[in-house]
């Protein structure tokens, strides 16, 4: 979603990073690009005077431009501002002394509330609790059968039951069964309203009144822009949020609403979705966020991620080990699984500081490739897959027939795979120690001053 504005971002920073020394006049022109910026994002208007207002007052400070490293110290200064508009992280389930929690979303129709409250649920459990879903919705019935798919589908416990009662009743219910079944938190996934709706509003209070929620997070869609802020605002004067639920952050909006909607409607986000699966939805960091915008990266959630990914990973492929303990295709094959759980290429890419730019501009980074790797892989037997010697020019082209590739590509992934396998024991043996090894890697590296290192 930031790409665009982030790519702005770094190329406004490399102009002033080329002064040897800024002057006041450099900084507002630096200032009008980021405003021009800032407004294309579509970021409120309001927002954007007052952050560049802050910007300047700081940026012209006279310590600022007297310094050996005024453009970092101009970075920095609109890290912090970025960061102001996000507002402070808020910790969300947080020790309140009663059980169940309650959690109600609420928020107007497609903005995708049912599949947050069931990403809700996953990242609830993961984090060690025991949440139990509710649909409230009873106007549209596909409303709860969706909600007790996506539960089946993760195993995740949904409140449904037999006899159709009002909204109200089912919150009611859904909340003594998880009192009787030992559940932490109830997530009530409430009707899509309008806030101008006076029916849907009277009974969004009679919920809350029957529930006594102890959170109400409004999901709102980021796709639409200032119309999030605007709505959100609506529905936190009629009905007090406690905080926000921005879907679809993996799409081609401009970015707007994140940093506008915490200034303009004073309610902190606290979660962000950035894609289909039950996975793909992360407690909100602001710092994190800024990071990226920025092309700073932001490796604790690449970290995250991959710990995630690669957590029922098993250690040993089934078979057994291969002959000497080496690298094989088998464990290329489970690696480039645990980067397909971890989500997108390009998203993972830009986690990675100083990739995101360029990723986005360089076509061998392509996510299909994996796929067409993973294909010509699954392709082969398990012992080919053990012992790539085996893989003559018959069977080659049985891997590319199977695959749908062309024997080019088997070729070159085979190719590919020698010199990984390759690498991987000149480091084993560098880091065991052995001279040879050592010696050898630091001349494929010619580290100057190294012993044996080329002249």
Same mark, same amino acid.
């Given at each position: ?32 690009? /980021?405003?021009?910026?800032? *407004? ?13 207002? #802050?910007?300047?007052?700081?940026? $012209? ?16 200064? $609109? ?18 002394? @009663? ?8 928020? =107007? ?9 069931? &990403? ?35 195993? =995740? ?72 802020? &605007? ?5 936190? !004067? ?9 879907? &679809? ?12 909607? $915490? ?17 793909? =939805? ?7 966020? $800024? ?47 645990? /980067?397909? !759980? ?33 294909? /010509?892989?699954?392709?082969?037997? @398990?012992?080919? #897959? ?27 992934? *085979? &190719? ?22 050592? #010696?050898? =890697?630091?001349? #494929?590296?010619? /580290? ?5 290192? @080329?002249?």
């Amino acid at each position: 979603m930031f790409e665009v504005l982030g790519n702005r971002f770094r190329d406004i920073f490399a102009g002033i990073r080329g002064e040897v020394r800024l002057t006041p006049a450099a900084v507002e022109a630096a200032l009008r690009e /980021i405003r021009l910026a800032l *407004l294309e994002a579509d970021v409120n208007f309001k927002v954007v005077k007052a952050f560049v207002a #802050r910007v300047r007052d700081r940026a $012209v400070d006279r310590k600022v431009l007297d310094s050996l490293t005024p453009a970092q110290q101009v970075v920095g200064i $609109v890290r912090d501002e970025l960061l102001a508009l996000f507002g402070k992280q808020r910790p969300v389930f947080g020790a309140t002394g @009663r059980r169940p929690q309650v959690v109600l979303l609420i928020g =107007l129709q497609g903005s995708g509330k049912t599949t947050t409250a069931a &990403k809700l649920a996953h990242w609830l459990r993961r984090q060690g609790r025991r949440p139990l879903l509710v649909s409230v919705d009873v106007r549209r019935p596909a409303a709860v059968e969706q909600l007790a798919v996506l539960g089946s589908q993760a195993d =995740l416990a949904v409140h449904d039951p037999a006899e159709r009662e009002s909204a109200a009743a089912r919150a009611r219910s859904a909340v003594e069964q998880a009192r009787a079944d030992g559940f932490d938190t109830v997530i009530v996934d409430t009707a899509g309203r309008l806030h101008v709706d006076d029916v849907l509003m009277s009974e969004l209070d009679e919920i809350a009144a029957a529930v006594d929620p102890t959170e109400r997070l409004y999901v709102a869609d980021a796709m639409t822009g200032q119309d999030a802020v &605007k709505s959100a605002g609506e529905f936190h !004067r009629r009905a007090a949020i406690t905080g926000i639920v921005l879907t &679809k952050m993996d799409g081609d909006a401009r970015g707007g609403a994140a940093l506008s909607i $915490v200034a303009v409607v004073g309610v902190p986000i606290v979660f962000s979705g950035c894609g289909e699966r039950l996975e793909d =939805l992360e407690s909100f960091a602001p710092d994190r966020m $800024v990071s990226r915008m920025l092309g700073m990266g932001d490796v604790l959630t690449l970290v995250e991620r991959a710990e995630q990914a690669a957590a029922g990973q098993q250690a040993q492929p089934a078979g057994g080990p291969a002959p000497g303990g080496d690298f094989t295709l088998e464990d290329l094959r489970r690696q480039l699984a645990v /980067i397909g !759980r971890m989500g997108p290429l390009d998203q993972l890419l830009g986690l990675i500081p100083g990739m995101g730019s360029l990723a986005a501009g360089d076509p061998e980074i392509d996510p299909r490739r994996m796929a067409r790797v993973a294909a /010509i892989i699954d392709s082969m037997t @398990r012992e080919e #897959r053990r012992r790539p010697a085996l893989m003559n020019g018959s069977r080659r082209r049985r891997v590319a027939r199977g695959s749908g590739t062309s024997v080019e590509e088997v070729n070159r992934l *085979l &190719k590919q795979f020698v010199q990984m396998r390759r690498l991987l024991k000149t480091v084993r043996a560098g880091a065991r120690g052995r001279r040879p090894g050592a #010696r050898g =890697l630091r001349e #494929r590296l010619r /580290i100057p001053g190294a012993p044996g290192a @080329r002249r």
